[in-house]
């Protein structure tokens, strides 16, 4: 991986077919779970493609090649707190936020965002960047760009399903449940707990039962439910 590095920052991260293929072989060796710790810290891997991502046109091979690797790297759960302390997690948030309505990449950053959320040491870091406000808004823009009621726009809206997911991971730990109530977790939750779709239903079910538990202020264990982390993706 080290000589991929090499190759793409020859090139200065642009937009061609040598960068390009030496993406793709990174994301190929990036498929296999063998190699995700390894390759998460060798020299150079995460510098390159974070120089890739913050330099790539929206919807560009290089973004969409460098997303889909970093993707399948926060897929073991060993890569996902050194991933938090390397400031992945701002980098994301960042995507979340700027994304268009014509985005081809988000769905890969949410992902990361739900792996990154499903383990309980990053919650509360990632509440205090503003992970579950990038959710939200997600969930949000779809409702503020159409006249559909918003249960039925999170139906028709598979990253708004996963923006639920990582609601439902931060809402896992004691110390979200008040910021997540006060960035208005609650009434989006609502709405989307009302939608027909079952899948739809049953993570914001799980956000309102988190939430409950936190609302208690309860000294006690909490058995909170936190959503699945999801696998990777194909190049």
């Known amino acids: 991986s080290e000589c991929l590095v090499g ?3 020859s090139e200065g991260c642009a937009d061609t077919d040598t960068v390009n293929s030496a993406l793709n072989c990174l994301t190929n060796l990036a498929s ?7 390759m998460l810290r060798a020299e150079g891997v995460l510098g390159v493609l974070v120089r890739v991502i913050r330099g790539s046109e929206p919807n560009s091979k290089p973004l969409r090649n460098s997303l889909v690797t970093l993707t399948n790297l926060s897929c073991h759960k ?6 938090m302390s390397m400031g992945v997690a701002d980098l994301l948030i960042t995507l979340t936020l700027t994304a268009g309505s014509d985005s081809k990449h988000l769905e890969a950053v949410l992902i990361m965002l739900v792996n990154l959320s499903s383990v309980e040491q ?8 503003g992970a579950a ?7 949000r823009s779809f409702h503020a760009t159409s006249s559909l009621p918003l249960s039925d726009v999170c139906k028709e809206s598979k990253n708004a399903e996963i923006s639920l997911k990582i ?3 931060l809402s896992a730990h004691h110390d979200t449940g008040d910021a997540l109530l006060h960035q208005g977790a609650l009434e989006v939750v609502l709405e989307c707990a ?11 079910a799980g956000v309102l ?22 696998g990777g993706l194909d190049g």
């Open 32 to 38: 296999h779970t063998a190699n995700r710790v390894a």
């Open 7 to 9: 190759v793409i920052a």
């Open 78 to 83: 060993e890569n996902r707190v050194p991933m």
């Open 167 to 169: 609601i439902q991971n």
């Open 133 to 139: 406000e990038a959710a939200l808004a997600v969930v």
């Open 122 to 129: 990053c919650r509360v870091p990632l509440v205090q960047s």
């Open 194 to 204: 009302s939608s027909p779709d079952l899948k739809l239903s049953a993570v914001a």
């Open 209 to 230: 039962s988190n939430l409950a538990l936190y609302a208690k202020a309860s000294p006690e264990p909490l058995h909170e439910k936190a959503s699945p982390e999801h």
